[in-house]
């Protein structure tokens, strides 16, 4: 009787390691896929427009980033995600934005300033009749915090 006790026992506990195995790869592959697509979306100085940058570098530091970005009237900015950013509109117009809440439009104006939390992915086409120029600024460290996650 013991030694079936102990038997039962034994199963018990390799099967709860099995499990225990089977959930961690389970993670694993859930982790390794949120990482390649990270690094398969790019943010938004890599993203561009069928091929052509929309966003340029002009200022980098140790702890900062400053893009300037440019959209023409039919030029958009392809799929790409943010980090945490501030933003001010340079020259504002009208913006067809697509992201995980679906398509809206947006219009902004000249002057104002945003901010954002970071979003995981959008993408935006200029839909009205002037060019729209917005710098946006971003904190490095967030940056290569969010690309290793």
Not at 19 to 39: D, E, R, S
Not at 64 to 84: D, K, M, T, W, Y
Request: charged share 20%; glycine share 8%; aromatic share 12%.
């Amino acid at each position: 009787m013991l030694n079936f006790y102990l038997g039962d026992a034994a199963d018990f506990f390799a099967m709860r390691s099995a499990y225990y195995m089977m959930v961690c790869a389970a993670f694993g592959l859930l982790v390794t896929n949120a990482i390649f697509a990270k690094q398969t979306l790019a943010d938004p100085l890599r993203a561009g427009w069928q091929g052509m940058p929309v966003c340029e570098l002009l200022f980098e530091n140790d702890s900062q980033r400053i893009l300037r970005c440019s959209f023409s009237p039919g030029v958009g900015h392809e799929r790409h995600f943010h980090i945490a950013h501030f933003g001010y509109a340079i020259s504002g117009g009208k913006m067809r934005l697509t992201d995980s809440q679906g398509v809206r439009e947006v219009e902004l104006k000249t002057g104002t300033s945003f901010s954002s939390d970071g979003t995981p992915w959008h993408e935006v086409l200029n839909i009205g009749k002037t060019t729209v120029i917005y710098l946006i600024i971003e904190d490095k460290e967030a940056l290569l915090t969010t690309i290793s996650k």
